[in-house]
């Protein structure tokens, strides 16, 4: 089993930042990937980036590129979301998520943040 604990989430007017953490515990070897969903009301949940453990490698969803940024802190086992630019289309439930390498899935997920972008 693995736990994520996300933090960071709140409130900021369009155009501010907001920086979310996510600290993962548990069986966390062989952590194969590290990725932030969000999810909107009655909608699934969708990618927002994700980051290659081994090797840092990223990639994102094309709304949030240029303005979000995802980075890991291997020995902390922590993986953040740095949100520049917000929108009020940010405005969501942001989730992180764990895979082994294992595995093609996302297998463990937190519990969620509410991020709200004002207009």
């Known amino acids: 089993q693995v736990q994520l604990v996300e933090s960071g989430g709140g409130l900021v007017q369009a155009g501010g930042s907001l920086r979310l953490s996510c600290k993962a515990s548990g069986n966390i070897v062989s952590i194969g990937a590290m990725g932030w969903f969000r999810q909107y009301p009655g909608k699934d949940r969708e990618s927002v980036a994700r980051?290659?453990?081994?090797?840092?490698?990223?990639d994102y969803e094309d709304s949030v590129e240029g303005r979000f940024t995802i980075s890991r802190n291997n020995a902390k086992n922590m993986v953040d979301l740095q949100m520049n630019s917000l929108k009020p289309e940010d405005t969501a439930v942001y989730f992180c998520?764990?895979?082994?390498?294992?595995?093609?899935?996302?297998?463990?997920w937190g519990q969620g943040t509410q991020v709200t972008v004002s207009s």
């Open positions: 998520a764990v895979r082994h390498i294992w595995r093609s899935a996302y297998e463990y």
């Open positions: 980051i290659i453990w081994s090797d840092g490698s990223t």
